[in-house]
């Protein structure tokens, strides 16, 4: 029987959405006040879901204390109260959108997690703004 065991996390980034190789107008007309030159920040909500079979010797998916560590060392030391476009590797050459970010942190994260195990991302960028990316 597979099951989605998940944990929740948090994490405070500025950004900026745009692109170099357009004007400042038309960053504005496309991104509006999220191409703000001076930056602005969110205060995001992840939720890490792992998906698997329930182990019938412990009961886990997984034990959640690795996936709770992974978090913190992946994503909040690399992402939490930082500016991501200056200072996050992967945002120096790719738009931080809530939707290139989720993808960022699956792809952190699959790096670490046996692959017996499916992951799915929901990032919340605001309370009514969120996406969901399970890598596919």
Known sequence: MKMKVCRRAH??????LYRKDWTNEKNK?????CSNPN??????????GII????????????????KDLIKEEIEGAFDHKNLNE???????LNPTVENIAVVIWNKLRAKIELQ?????????TPRNFVIYNGN
């Open 11 to 16: 994490f405070n980034a500025a950004h900026r």
């Open 39 to 48: 930056y602005h920040g969110h205060n995001y909500d992840l939720i890490v």
């Open 52 to 67: 698997g079979e329930i182990d019938p010797e412990t009961g886990f998916v997984i034990d959640l204390k690795i996936v």
């Open 87 to 93: 200072e996050v590797e992967e945002f120096k050459s």
């Open 117 to 125: 195990y499916d992951i799915e991302i929901t990032l919340y960028e």
């Open 29 to 33: 007309e496309i991104f509006g006040k």
